[in-house]
């Protein structure tokens, strides 16, 4: 049984910073590829970042552009997603994505079994 638990959104003013977490339960987590994506109010999922074992993390560069980092612990069982200089478009919810079907990293939602419940994220002066 995979969980995903998420944490760390709340609301930040522009050109702030956030550390989102994600709490995983499962074993073989380090062979597990791990993502963020994001929703805002009636746009489609989009993807932000992944994680593997073996590869360089991927980015949605058109999204973060250079902004945000993934990284994981595989000790805890933990993955992070470090969002700095945060703009008015990065607002949504985001969520903790994991599949443990593939090796590579992978942009769409359908690659991803295990969803967290997600996390908000609101930027506001």
């Known amino acids: 049984q995979v969980q995903l638990v998420e944490s760390g959104g709340g609301l930040v003013q522009p050109g702030g910073s956030l550390r989102l977490s994600c709490a995983a339960s499962g074993r073989n987590f380090i062979n597990w590829i791990m993502g963020w994506f994001r929703q805002a109010p009636g746009k489609e999922r989009e993807f932000v970042a992944a994680d593997s074992r073996y590869y360089r993390p991927t980015y949605n560069e058109d999204a973060v552009k250079g902004r945000f980092t993934i990284s994981r612990d595989n000790a805890k069982n933990m993955v992070y997603l470090q969002m700095t200089s945060l703009e008015p478009k990065d607002p949504a919810v985001y969520y903790c994505?994991?599949?443990?079907?593939?090796?590579?990293?992978?942009?769409?939602?359908?690659?991803?079994?295990?969803w967290g419940q997600g996390t908000q994220v609101t930027v506001s002066s």
């Open positions: 994505a994991a599949t443990r079907q593939r090796s590579t990293t992978s942009p769409s939602v359908q690659e991803y079994d295990y």
